[in-house]
């Protein structure tokens, strides 16, 4: 009887335990479908309102701009590649129609393997033209065959940029959203926290007035240097087609084509790196097929990559949204927490336009908890202690950052309140699209002060400090920015976050030669510059007086002489009047 | 001659002394914010419209063009003690001159510390009876990052608990005593203090306590995998939602709706942990252990009550009743065998899974 027992146990264990996994199975795949749905309707999540549709995702061919400078300016044509839910046009002419005519739609490899064969090539490589290839992918692509109710052979051009050529589409991630909508909804997570993200980069792009202003004045080619990054919007920034391999988006070269350089030096300072090295060593032997929540740090990766960091969301899960961990907002909003002498005290200035219109807290209980986060990311191969120490030494060696910038606008400021920046701010150019910006924003986005300080001025109002200050670096008026405004925008813009990202990436010597030192020599030209610029006022001024003085003594004398001469003509007249009467 | 000097000289002393006596720092500071808001209200009475509402700018304006200067300060519960060099009522004179409220509301959340009740120096430091800066800035935590750095050992989180406590009004009920405790889902900074994740207890206490936490792992406490499951849950709107998500989930914010995680664990009976785990993380662990011994012990019917109390589930019963289905979502581990015990074909007959749309 026992055993009978123990057999109808043994016998039902495995029923039971197979019966559960169905009924996950069961429900992931509802949960799959209400993933699907909010993919699929990625832009009406993201983009609620009329106005936000106008600016950012109704398509307007090349005839309009985006955001709400849109009728100021017009996109470079490339631009329908890098937007083109908002820009995309499709071929046209006589010769293509014909084209057209003679070959069906379903041909298109046919043909492309002739004009394109880098795209044939690296789709024929792709785990699109072969779903099934091994065990891992005909699982997911099961999963995937049962959300769309179709039996997927291969996943041809059609499937992605429509039916035929008249209905011709780029992709966006709205239709990758359809087959994998897990990893679309986990992207548009992003969008929560507001900027910077990849998904508000086009709006990051085309909002700050100084894009059409440089098209006002007749230098729109010179900003397609931002779009070939801010075109971030879309899945094949980091899985390039039309490969779309997972293996490639898990490397860190994925992102480095685009986080480097001037503000941003990540492929730097985490390349160079001890981390980076030890990957440039041995990364070539590592699993790259292996799914990030099943490496094992030490073991799979002897370093991490910048996935492996930044794509945690804590407890072991992993997913598209590397802004979600975010404090420092990539360094450039104040905190609060330090105790500002200059015009940063007084920051946003009543701006209410996101995301000019906050103090960061780093020590808010979401921020603490993203730091815990962190801390817990970086134990995984560190000490706890360590890993808490280092990060607390990020923050307190950022909040030093902040205080020499500080220190920096302070003496900026004292300049322009003297208006000695060389040229009278009166006689300057325009701070960008300044004449018409009180007016299109209002006072209610723009704070009372700064729409007064527009309106009464006429758009020539000295900018400097964070996020509006940098208008210097994409923008050339006349005599607008001058050097020490360029020299303060490129220390807080470039120098301090060299600083910054070298230390959160562990590369000491970008953190220090090219990073803080900088910061301090830039602090000392700063204040070198300004006494200069004071002492140049002076001198103005002495002139000033001096000049007056002598048009004061001319003009004395002028009139000292006519006085006398009228005196002279009135007496010898009164004594000819005189005569007479004798 | 010497005598006619120094008395000049003393009576100018004594005139610049009444003189800064009559006119204290802290008049300079009402007076400009006094100034200010009469020329806001200008401004909005140049706008406004409405006879009413001009007459009430109007009334506002009168007043605010002959202020009162006067020391303000908040009555605090409780004494100074001899100890501290202070005696008396306790006071916080701070808005005296910090007296622009909107101002301060902008940088405070003081959703669980309203400043009429807590004062400031509980959470800044610094001595709230001074009215001179030098004075009551005197040791003063200006910001959130100061007031973290405090944080050397356990004494100094117990200090700022029992001070909250002794602040807090007492309730009418004398069997509630509010103690040092009650607020220790408060971090240094009067924030709610954030839940760290079990995944971060568990690097240490998988091996640590084991029985306890093989226990944990083994039986119930996940719930809210079957709740995510429950046709109710998934057909209840937000407000229906809440209730559950309130007990089978940690770290549950009932103003934010968000949760740290998904079903019981550790932080849901032992509070949470930024404090506990600071403390272990950087390697005062003695401390540590000072902070896990506050509240859990002696007080567990406090900690197990608000969720395992009679009839918590009584909205689901109201739920099935209205909108039909079976009962078995009430008794799940009635359920398992009976599930187990069909085959295919009558499982379709059945039909497991009440629908309910």
């Not at chain 1, 900018?463 to 050339?476: K, S």
């Amino acid at each position: 009887m026992k055993l009978f027992k123990l057999g109808a146990i043994m016998f039902a264990a495995p029923l039971m335990w197979s019966m559960l996994a169905g009924g996950v199975q069961a429900q992931s795949e509802m949960e799959l479908k209400e993933l699907q749905k909010k993919a699929t309707s990625y832009y009406d999540i993201l983009y609620p309102n009329d106005t936000l549709k106008d600016w950012l995702v109704n398509n307007v061919g090349l005839e309009k701009g985006a955001g709400p400078w849109q009728n100021l300016y017009k996109p470079v044509p490339l631009q329908m590649y890098w937007f083109p839910i908002r820009h995309y046009t499709k071929p046209d002419g006589v010769y293509y129609d014909q084209l057209l005519e003679k070959y069906k739609p379903t041909d298109c490899i046919k043909c492309h393997e002739e004009v394109t064969p880098g795209f044939v090539n690296d789709w024929r490589d792709s785990t699109h033209a072969n779903p099934k290839k091994n065990s891992r992918f005909a699982e997911k692509t099961q999963q995937i065959e049962k959300l769309i109710g179709r039996e997927l052979k291969e996943v041809t051009c059609s499937d992605c940029h429509g039916k035929d050529h008249k209905e011709l589409r780029m992709p966006t991630p709205d239709i990758c959203g359809e087959c994998h909508p897990q990893q679309t909804t986990e992207f548009m997570g992003e969008a929560e926290r507001g900027r910077p993200n990849h998904i508000e980069s086009l709006a990051a792009n085309v909002i700050p007035p100084w894009y059409p202003e440089m098209f006002k004045r007749g230098y729109p080619a010179a900003q397609f240097g931002c779009d070939l990054c801010h075109a971030a919007d879309r899945c094949n920034i980091c899985h390039s087609r039309h490969k779309f391999a997972a293996a490639e988006g898990r490397r860190p070269e994925a992102c480095m084509s685009c986080h480097m350089g001037f503000d941003h030096p990540d492929a730097e300072t985490y390349g160079e790196s001890k981390m980076g090295y030890i990957y440039h060593m041995e990364g070539e032997h590592w699993d790259w097929e292996k799914p990030l929540a099943e490496v094992v740090p030490g073991k799979d990766y002897r370093t991490p990559t910048c996935q492996f960091c930044h794509f945690d969301q804590g407890n072991g899960t992993f997913a598209h949204n590397p802004v979600k961990k975010g404090v420092w907002r990539m360094g450039t909003v104040p905190p609060t927490g330090v105790d500002y002498k200059s015009s940063i005290k007084d920051y946003p200035f009543g701006i209410n336009l996101p995301p000019l219109n906050y103090k960061l807290d780093v020590y808010s209980p979401d921020n603490k908890k993203r730091s815990e986060q962190w801390i817990a990311v970086c134990s995984k191969c560190h000490s706890p202690r360590f890993a808490r120490l280092y990060r607390e030494n990020l923050d307190n060696f950022m909040f030093e950052m902040w205080r020499l910038q500080d220190v920096a606008q302070a003496t900026v400021d004292e300049v322009v309140s003297l208006d000695a920046l060389g040229v009278p701010i009166k006689e300057r150019d325009i701070f960008p699209l300044g004449d018409i910006l009180a007016d299109a924003l209002g006072p209610g986005l723009l704070g009372d002060a700064v729409y007064k300080a527009f309106k009464t001025t006429g758009g020539k109002v000295p900018v400097i400090g964070p996020i509006l200050g940098l208008y210097g670096l994409f923008y050339t008026g006349k005599n607008n920015p001058s050097e020490i405004e360029l020299d303060y925008a490129r220390m807080w813009f470039g120098d301090k976050l060299h600083a910054y990202k070298g230390v959160a990436h562990g590369q000491q010597d970008i953190a220090w030669w090219y990073g803080a030192a900088k910061v301090y020599q830039e602090v000392n030209r700063l204040q070198s510059e300004a006494v200069n610029l004071k002492k140049l006022k002076k001198l103005d001024e002495l002139l000033e007086s001096k000049k007056r003085k002598g048009i004061a003594g001319i003009l004395g004398s002028v009139i000292g002489i006519v006085v006398v001469l009228m005196f002279g003509v009135a007496v010898w007249k009164k004594k000819r009047d005189s005569k007479p009467q004798h | 001659m010497i005598f006619f000097v120094l008395s000049a000289l003393f009576l100018i002393i004594s005139a610049m002394w009444i003189r800064e006596e009559f006119n204290p720092e802290w008049v300079k500071h009402q007076k400009e914010y006094y100034e200010k808001q009469a020329i806001k209200v200008e401004h909005e009475l140049s706008s406004a419209s409405s006879v009413k509402e001009k007459e009430l700018l109007e009334k506002r304006l009168q007043s605010l063009k002959r202020p009162i200067y006067e020391v303000k300060q908040i009555l605090l519960k409780g004494d100074y003690s001899w100890a501290k060099r202070q005696n008396g009522d306790k006071v916080d004179r701070c808005m005296t001159c910090h007296i622009d409220e909107g101002k301060l509301k902008d940088f405070h959340n003081t959703r669980d510390f309203p400043f009429d009740i807590y004062g400031c120096t509980v959470c800044h430091g610094g001595n709230g009876r001074a009215l001179g800066e030098e004075k009551a800035h005197e040791g003063i935590y200006y910001h959130k990052r100061q007031m973290q750095l405090r944080m050397v050992n356990a004494d100094v989180v117990f200090g700022f608990w029992s001070e909250l406590a002794t602040l807090t009004p007492e309730e009418s009920d004398p069997n509630q005593r509010i103690e040092m405790g009650d607020f220790r889902k408060y971090s240094i900074t009067g924030d709610k203090a954030i839940y760290v994740g079990s995944k971060k207890c568990m690097k240490c206490h998988t091996g640590l306590t084991s029985p306890h936490v093989e226990r944990w792992q083994r039986i119930k406490f996940k719930t809210f995998e079957r709740v995510k499951e429950a046709p109710d849950y998934i057909a209840g709107d937000d407000k229906y939602r809440k209730t559950c998500l309130k007990c089978h989930t940690t770290g549950y914010d009932e103003v934010t709706g968000t949760y740290s995680e998904e079903g019981v664990t550790c932080e849901a009976c032992h509070g949470p942990g930024e404090i506990f785990s600071y403390f272990m993380d950087i390697g005062h662990a003695p401390e540590g252990q000072k902070i896990a011994k506050v509240g859990t012990f002696g007080t567990p019917y406090n900690i197990c009550g608000p969720c395992h109390h009679t009839r918590g589930h009584e909205m689901r019963l109201k739920f099935f009743q209205e909108k039909g289905g079976s009962d078995e979502w009430f008794f799940p581990q009635h359920t398992a065998p009976y599930k187990a015990g069909l085959t295919d074909s009558n499982k379709a007959e059945h039909g497991v899974l009440p629908k309910i749309y």
